[in-house]
């Protein structure tokens, strides 16, 4: 038997010294009743059911959901661990179908019965990526700082279910999460909110979680898998999904995770998945990010000197400018465009004039300088503008928030360290580049004659 820490060892003696006080003690001890068995609480039910879904090889869960609109959906998840999973969600004129296998990713969109849109990726967890920058800028600057679970790699699925962004329903969506995170995530979300678990109409077999105001998410005990989902109104409980069945005994089969034949009329959306794919990686390194900074300054790992926030500043300009690159890139591929139009322009009128003639060279000179000059205010004039947008919530420069017990405003100064961040991505990325490439194909071909 495990003592508590500090308590002094007792070693009973008593049935050599004292045998008419041993027969007396076992007496009362066979006549005291047996304390009764511990009934597991409803957060160590949780926990239980944390590590049995987890050990789960693969399950198909299907639902019955209801849009807005009272009109019938059905719902399928299929889950294959780790790396398999399809997100199936179809209604009368409409389906919305996810798929991940292997590192690919499928999204498939279908409304009414010609239009349909599919995006297909290389990549679902962008996470990866970011965490290995992220951790290599970070040792860079503070060697020795990170523990191994900071900054994680988040490759594993985990399925989520929550209540939606309006507060008036319920969104089935997946994240990747770490290999000792539960799979079923509303069993994660649970266990950190005990306050907000409360027996069900089967106080055996139901736990009801309630993450928002007016919205139940009933738990079965058994299983692990949300029951139903309701939101209570003046009318009474609306259901909002409703477990049907759920198979849990058996590998799934390949069938379950093939994509709907569509038509040759299908548009790719593959750009926008993965846009929105890595802004929600890099949304999710920054929140990690941020959390490593809090914690290794907790912890005394990192110290706050007078060169941190230089410090700082570098780690996050190198994760910002891997996220940017790409728009960065597009902005640049706009503004050669439009230096190529300009440089075929000046060529041609060079061919038509005689740069001997001094005032000629004098105003084909001054031409290159104005239009240099206005290209670069215009291209300030746009940074400056990118610089001032107000990240707004949901987008992956939402405000962040969070705690620090050693420094009180350190994400009030990370918000400020990313503000100054911005100008700079845009001057590098975009007016520098913008710039050469002027002075290379216009500048250059005064520099010829």
């Known amino acids: 038997m495990a003592l508590l820490d500090g308590a002094p060892e007792y070693h009973a003696g008593l049935e050599s010294s004292f045998p008419m006080f041993h027969a007396l003690l076992l007496a009362t001890l066979v006549a005291t009743p047996q304390d009764p068995l511990h009934a597991p609480t409803m957060l160590e039910r949780i926990d239980s059911l944390i590590v049995k879904s987890n050990a789960y090889k693969g399950f198909v869960a299907r639902y019955r959901g209801f849009d807005a609109d009272e009109h019938d959906l059905t719902v399928r998840i299929a889950y294959r661990s780790p790396s398999e999973l399809v997100i199936d969600v179809e209604g009368k004129n409409s389906r919305l179908m996810y798929r991940v296998h292997g590192n690919a990713y499928d999204k498939l969109e279908i409304t009414g019965d010609s239009e349909a849109a599919k995006g297909s990726i290389e990549d679902w967890n962008p996470?990866?990526?970011?965490?290995?920058?992220?951790?290599?800028?970070?040792?860079?600057?503070?060697?020795?700082?990170?523990?191994?679970d900071d900054l994680p790699d988040l490759g594993t699925l985990i399925i989520q279910m929550e209540p939606s962004p309006s507060g008036l329903g319920w969104r089935l969506n997946f994240a990747g999460g770490t290999a000792d995170r539960p799979r079923l995530g509303w069993l994660r979300e649970a266990h950190g909110h005990p306050e907000l678990l409360s027996p069900g109409r089967d106080g055996a077999k139901e736990i009801v979680f309630s993450p928002s105001e007016g919205l139940r998410m009933v738990i079965s005990t058994e299983s692990g898998f949300v029951i139903r989902c309701e939101k209570q109104t003046t009318e009474g409980p609306r259901i909002g999904m409703d477990l049907v069945s759920v198979e849990t005994?058996?590998?799934?089969?390949?069938?379950?995770?093939?994509?709907?034949?569509?038509?040759?009329?299908?548009?790719?959306?593959?750009?926008?998945?993965?846009?929105?794919?890595?802004?929600?990686?890099?949304?999710?390194?920054?929140?990690?990010l941020f959390s490593t900074l809090a914690r290794a300054l907790d912890d005394g790992r990192l110290k706050w000197t007078d060169d941190t926030p230089a410090r700082i500043e570098l780690v996050l300009?190198?994760?910002?400018?891997?996220?940017?690159?790409?728009?960065?890139?597009?902005?640049?591929?706009?503004v050669h465009g439009l230096v190529d139009k300009k440089a075929t322009s000046f060529?041609?009128?060079?061919?038509?004039?005689?740069?001997?003639?001094?005032?000629?060279?004098?105003?084909?000179?001054e031409w290159v300088r104005t239009a240099r000059e206005l290209m670069e205010k215009q291209l300030q004039t746009l940074r400056d503008e990118y610089a001032a947008d107000?990240?707004?919530?949901?987008?992956?420069?939402?405000?962040?928030?969070?705690?620090?017990?050693?420094?009180?405003?350190?994400?009030?100064?990370?918000?400020?360290?990313e503000k100054r961040i911005q100008p700079k991505l845009y001057t590098e990325g975009v007016i520098e580049p913008a710039l050469a490439e002027f002075d290379e194909k216009v500048g250059k071909q005064l520099e010829a004659k």
């Open 317 to 334: 300009l190198g994760l910002h400018k891997m996220h940017s690159a790409s728009f960065m890139a597009g902005a640049v591929a706009i």
């Open 127 to 148: 996470v990866g990526r970011y965490a290995r920058c992220a951790r290599g800028l970070f040792e860079r600057e503070f060697p020795g700082s990170l523990r191994a």
């Open 249 to 288: 005994a058996s590998w799934p089969a390949d069938s379950e995770f093939e994509l709907p034949a569509v038509g040759a009329g299908v548009r790719d959306c593959s750009d926008d998945l993965r846009v929105e794919t890595d802004d929600r990686g890099f949304l999710v390194s920054r929140v990690n």
């Open 390 to 417: 107000e990240p707004v919530a949901g987008s992956c420069m939402q405000p962040l928030s969070g705690a620090c017990k050693v420094r009180a405003s350190l994400y009030e100064e990370l918000a400020t360290i």
């Open 347 to 365: 060529r041609d009128w060079l061919k038509q004039v005689d740069l001997t003639d001094g005032k000629t060279l004098a105003q084909a000179t």
